[in-house]
């Protein structure tokens, strides 16, 4: 913290207002004080004394290790019980990178494949590891015999 405290002490404020120089949410948050500092000609605040800011950057921290790797589990567990979704799936990816090459991630990221896209968001809604994202269908709906209002 106290370093890239430190970086954002030595960039102007044109830099500090730049989101193209966080290379990380920590980052993120840790610049924002940094800049309104440096418009008031002050010197920053702690961030190491500030127990709101540790609170928030350890959230950040654990939150995000712990979800990914939670969420990326029960995706595997998804997709291993559910293998009429996984031969969709591999359908798909298959189609999309024709060949025996594995695709490069700037290669997955830049291709658009729905069904990708998809079965990410219903594993993050099915593995209730993001309680924030909810879903709310914008008319009311019949889907397999239930109602989904």
Known sequence: MNHAVTRYESLD?????????????????LRKPALKAKKAGVKPPDPT????????????????????????????????AFPNGQT????????????????????????????????CEEALCLAGTSNAILRSPSQNTNLLGYDVR
């Open 13 to 29: 404020i044109d830099s500090l207002q730049s989101d193209s120089i966080d290379i990380c949410a920590m980052g993120l948050v």
């Open 49 to 80: 004394k500030d127990v709101a800011m540790r609170d928030e950057l350890f959230v950040l921290v654990m939150g995000g290790f712990n979800s990914t790797a939670n969420t990326l589990s029960w995706f595997t567990k998804f997709m291993e």
């Open 88 to 119: 969709g799936l591999r359908a798909k990816l298959r189609a999309a990178f024709p060949g025996h090459r594995l695709p490069s991630l700037a290669q997955i990221l830049e291709t658009d494949i729905s069904y990708l896209d998809a079965s």
